[in-house]
């Protein structure tokens, strides 16, 4: 059974559609991004699954049964959705340890998650004292404190410094590697594409695709790029022979459609053309997921 | 229990609480500690003792305040999101702040009185001016009960509209305008305003047609429990967007 199941999820706001007819599950232990432009509707997906807003239609289940019906929602899900929902006047543990003691959690797990999340040393000062990063720590470490299956955070890399990013990537793999599903969120692909197993892609609301990252850039068809000091030669060969040419204004390199590695390399052999480079163009996750989203846009 | 423990620590983990809870205390205090002290004896003599004990009314504001902050402070800094995952039957939430703002009220109403009290009447006693006890005794009590239920009245209030400034203004309207209400539209229907009951239950001889102290009391406790009651209802309808 998927650990996080969204099953034709639509919420609308008055005239604004946030989510429309959205589907998707999440496995454990993956870490399963979950990505979209701005406003696409992740937040929204995100509350709907913790119970904080109601779905106008469609399910929003985790562990097979909706938020608010879980025994135990502590030890179910672990969430973070804003690293700024903390009284600014409350130190890190103070913090932590509201939230431990509505959960009746005993006040040394606090200290150990402040020890997970490397903020020991900071715990007794003031939030409003805190960097954009020690505040996405403090967010995992409520979030953690539970010691939750499911881990749910948004934007979670948001403000992070690179060692940041390198710090929560090791933290959220190992923690599905622990078997706990991890949702997270994020509009920015390359902050999670070295830390997610599968993605969701949404955007305007709806489902653009889910699959694996290798998933997200098959079928986009890449041009050959080919480097040679006799390009000019080889264009004029290779337009003839049913290619498509375009230049970047270099001299020496030019981007081919229509045509396969070996016919290029074939056709420069054949009259003698030295290639300097010859090889598809990567297609950038990026590249990918701009063009996913980008065709439904995110303004309804 | 779980929610009651996590209420009080929201409320003492913040130097704000320290502040109001102190200023509710201090400044109504020591201002009828220096009117005690440096007062004229004969105007202290013919003056009434509620009128000495209420004072300028701010108590009664400042813990309204900070019971309101016990509300608002949720949806100020977004802490709402994670307080209601935890505990999703918001209700309970609800409840806990109200028990942690009753038991903030009765302690701001006990140092209101122990400070007030033994440093204004015991300076009043040097000083041969004579007070009654029945008034003494009806003043406090009033007073007492007052910011108990201002304190509450701010919780609920708070959770009915969730946002922080509109609380506070709302709230500091409805007992700062307090014995100016039933000027405007008549004693019938005015005494029975929030401040004006307030004003009732501390038996201020300044202001007249008010109703009865105990008429007074239940009516503002009344309020609290209506606001209550809808708070409870609307925070477990409402969506944390």
């Avoid at chain 1, 991004?33 to 469609?58: E, Q, Y």
């Avoid at chain 1, 470490?141 to 390198?166: K, V």
């Avoid at chain 2, 004072?55 to 802490?79: C, I």
Wanted: proline share 3%; net charge neutral; charged share 20%.
């Amino acid at each position: 059974m998927a650990e996080i199941t969204v099953e034709r999820l639509t919420k609308r706001y008055g005239e604004t559609l946030a989510v429309d007819d959205l589907s998707f599950t999440v496995q454990a232990g993956r870490v399963t991004g979950f990505l979209g432009p701005n406003g696409a509707g992740k937040s929204t997906t995100l509350r709907a699954l913790l119970g904080l807003v109601r779905p106008t239609s469609g399910r929003a289940l985790v562990m097979g049964r909706p938020f608010a019906e879980l025994k135990d929602p502590v030890r179910a899900v672990g969430a973070a959705l804003d690293a700024h929902d903390v009284h600014p006047g409350r130190s890190g543990r103070g913090h932590l340890r509201t939230i431990a003691a509505a959960a009746g959690l005993p006040n040394s797990r606090v200290d150990e998650v402040l020890d997970m999340v490397e903020l020991t040393p900071a715990r007794d000062r003031r939030v409003k004292g805190y960097s954009m990063g020690m505040r996405q720590r403090l967010a995992l470490a409520a979030a953690l404190l539970g010691d939750p299956r499911i881990l749910m955070l948004d934007e979670p890399a948001n403000g992070l410094d690179p060692q940041g990013m390198r710090w929560l990537r090791d933290i959220l793999v190992h923690l599905a590697g622990e078997g706990r599903a991890v949702l997270i969120s994020s509009h920015v692909l390359s902050e999670v594409e070295q830390t997610v197993d599968s993605v969701v892609v949404i955007g305007a609301g709806r489902l653009v695709m889910q699959g694996t990252l290798a998933d997200l850039v098959k079928g986009d068809r890449r041009p050959a790029l080919v480097r040679s000091p006799r390009a000019d030669e080889l264009r004029d060969l290779l337009e003839a022979a049913g290619a498509s040419v375009r230049t970047d204004g270099r001299a020496d390199s030019m981007h081919v459609h229509h045509a396969s590695l070996e016919d290029i390399g074939t056709l420069a052999a054949a009259h003698g053309i030295p290639i300097f480079e010859l090889t598809h163009e990567v297609a950038t996750l990026e590249d990918r997921f701009l063009k996913l989203t980008g065709e439904r846009g995110n303004v309804r | 229990m779980r929610a009651l423990k996590s209420e009080w620590l929201k409320l003492v983990s913040v130097r704000t609480t320290w502040t109001l809870l102190a200023a509710t205390v201090l400044i109504e205090g020591l201002g009828a500690t220096l009117s005690a002290a440096l007062g004229d004896v004969e105007d202290l003599r013919k003056g009434d003792v509620s009128a000495f004990i209420i004072g300028l009314r701010l108590q009664t504001v400042l813990m309204f305040t900070l019971g309101a902050l016990l509300s608002t402070n949720e949806f100020r800094h977004g802490t709402a999101n994670s307080t209601f995952v935890v505990t999703p039957k918001r209700e309970r939430v609800i409840l806990a702040k109200l028990v942690v703002g009753f038991a903030v009220g009765v302690a701001g109403a006990l140092l209101y009185i122990a400070f007030h009290a033994g440093l204004s009447l015991s300076i009043l006693a040097s000083r041969d001016v004579a007070v009654d006890s029945d008034l003494v005794v009806n003043g406090y009590v009033g007073v007492g009960v007052g910011l108990v239920l201002g304190c509450l009245f701010g919780v609920a209030l708070g959770a009915v509209l969730r946002n922080q400034v509109l609380t506070i203004v709302v709230g500091l309207v409805l007992f700062t305008l307090a014995g100016t209400v039933s000027l405007f539209i008549g004693t019938d229907v005015g005494q029975f305003f929030p401040g004006e009951a307030l004003l009732a239950l501390q038996n201020d001889p300044r202001v007249e047609d008010l109703l009865s102290q105990t008429v007074g009391g239940l009516v503002l406790a009344g309020y609290c429990l209506v606001l209550a009651v809808a708070g409870m209802v609307l925070t477990r309808q409402r969506e944390i967007a």
